[in-house]
């Protein structure tokens, strides 16, 4: 595990469904397409929050300050921002589909 985490370039690429699928949305009835959106939006705005709240946990000491809850808590934040991100996406393309 060692060797993996300090030796190996890790690929970047990014494999996400939800990415892939946006790619074929012209295939969807427009009401379907925003239905789909508004879900993706709620679904991953609910994730940030519970990565920011478990965040907020480990900020306040609640797992403890070991090197092991550091790390875990760099990856909460990390899931914390992508699930923002992807909910502020659907969001956008949401409010573009409805604009045209």
């Known amino acids: 595990m060692r060797r993996w985490l300090v030796d190996t370039n890790a690929g970047q690429a990014l494999r996400f469904e939800p990415l892939l699928r946006s790619f074929f949305f012209w295939l969807m009835e427009p009401d379907e397409l925003a239905a ?40 909460v934040e990390a899931g914390a921002r992508i699930y923002t991100a992807l909910a502020d996406w659907a969001q956008w393309a949401a409010e573009r589909r409805r604009k045209q």
Do not use: I, M, W
Not at 40 to 66: H, I, P, Q, V
């Open 36 to 75: 789909h959106l508004d879900r993706e939006s709620a679904s991953y705005r609910l994730l940030a929050t519970t990565y920011r709240e478990y965040a907020d946990a480990k900020d306040c000491g609640e797992f403890g300050f070991n090197p092991q809850t550091q790390s875990l808590r760099v990856a």
